[in-house]
């Protein structure tokens, strides 16, 4: 891509690697160049919490707003009702309307970290499709809206294509997906002039249907941009780890572990997610990038320190670290670990440490936490555990037990008070 762009938004997105493809890029750099751009991403309800897979589009969503647009943040209330098919081996499980509003909830509280929401001219807006969608009427829906899409074209988006290749069933609720979210664009323009759809670039089939629809009902010029689905140098899917989804909520993962995942980045991802990930000058994530030995350890924790800051506040990353350098280099049990209280009815008979290794977080299961154990890989106050069958009393307790799962995961147990 030679593309050179003019607006201040292009540029970053192109420097800084968060561009996978875009419908016009002179006709989407003219308009940032010459007014506001109202732009949405869509989130659907299906957790609590967002996790890190979604802090790339909300980084986007930032620079956005940093570069003097006005970015909408769309919550799925009613298209989490069908489910997302894209790229999905199965069907989505269905949640009840109690369920998606607590979710709704629950995510809503990591925007403001990143956004500011208000009524000024490039102030962020929180939606909810639920307030169309929830209204519509279904033959009048089908004769206004269904009568543009053909069924060819669906077919062919490769979403469904590789569902179906697979022999592997789409339900006629999952299909109708790809014309709720095309609807969402429609609406979004209709109602409240926004001519930009971002997302991951799994969703550039679902951006093309919104664009074709919108054009064909309002005759408006509107666009699409799509970032890169990120894998980790090793193979993995951004956002999760050996111990599951990297949350953003606090109640979820706690600002420690956040950090260290940030931190046991490989030595080949740290100068990408700088730039992703942190608002640093991109010469000075490059020259991060591009330490070697010792060097890129600290490179590390500058890492872990920028986007624990824009997740969690400066106090929780400080902490965060202080915490890893008492663990790591002290041997200490530091004060910010994860930490599993057990009652006193819990241990009056003994709880095996297998289920607390489960419980803390440390091993998935029974099994894994006793494979752990066999591969030397569990300790105990940095002692290896030996004994799968070992069993924790309230005397065990007394003081604060620190488990660890291989060199990088810990956690705290001990009686609740």
Not at 12 to 35: H, I, K, N, P
Not at 138 to 165: P, Q, T, W
Not at 185 to 202: A, H, I, K, P, W
Not at 352 to 362: K, T
């Amino acid at each position: 891509m030679t593309y050179h762009p003019k607006s201040d938004f292009m540029r970053v997105m192109m420097e800084r690697g968060f561009l996978a493809d875009c419908t016009d890029y002179q006709g989407l750099d003219d308009a940032l160049s010459t007014g506001v751009v109202t732009t949405y991403i869509g989130y659907d309800a299906t957790a609590k919490s967002l996790h890190v897979g979604h802090l790339l589009n909300i980084m986007m969503l930032r620079w956005l707003q940093k570069t003097g647009h006005q970015p909408i943040t769309l919550m799925g209330g009613g298209t989490t009702k069908v489910g997302d098919p894209s790229f999905r081996a199965d069907e989505r499980p269905l949640l009840t309307p109690d369920q998606i509003n607590d979710n709704i909830e629950g995510m809503q509280q990591v925007f403001a970290k990143y956004l500011t929401y208000g009524d000024g001219p490039t102030d962020a807006k929180m939606l909810n499709n639920a307030e169309w969608l929830d209204q519509l009427n279904y033959l009048d829906f089908l004769r206004d809206i269904g009568r543009h899409f053909s069924v060819n074209r669906m077919l062919a988006f490769e979403s469904v294509k590789s569902r179906l290749d697979r022999e592997q069933s789409l339900s006629f609720l999952e299909f109708n997906y790809m014309i709720l979210q095309a609807y969402d664009f429609l609406e979004l323009n209709r109602r409240y002039g926004c001519t930009l759809q971002m997302g991951g670039s799994d969703q550039w089939g679902n951006i093309i249907n919104g664009i074709d629809l919108t054009r064909r009902v309002l005759d408006h010029e509107i666009y699409g941009l799509t970032s890169p689905l990120l894998t980790t140098s090793d193979g993995r899917k951004m956002g999760k780890s050996a111990g599951g989804a990297m949350w953003l909520n606090a109640d979820m993962l706690s600002p420690y572990e956040f950090w260290q995942f940030w931190r046991n980045s490989t030595d080949a991802d740290v100068g990408r997610f700088l730039k992703l990930y942190t608002e640093m000058p991109v010469d000075e994530c490059t020259r991060l990038g591009a330490l070697e030995g010792a060097e890129i350890n600290e490179a590390k924790i500058i890492l872990a320190n920028a986007v624990t800051t824009l997740c969690h506040g400066a106090d929780a990353a400080a902490t965060a670290e202080a915490t890893a350098r008492e663990v790591f280099e002290h041997g200490g049990t530091g004060d910010d670990l994860p930490t599993l209280e057990l009652s006193a009815e819990e241990v009056s008979d003994g709880i095996s440490i297998v289920q607390v290794l489960v419980r803390a977080g440390l091993a998935k299961s029974g099994k894994d936490a006793k494979r752990l154990i066999g591969e030397n890989g569990a300790r105990m106050n940095d002692e290896a555990l030996s004994d799968a069958g070992l069993m924790l009393d309230a005397d065990a307790l007394r003081q604060p037990v620190k488990l660890s799962a291989g060199k990088k995961r810990h956690a705290l147990v001990k009686l609740a008070v």
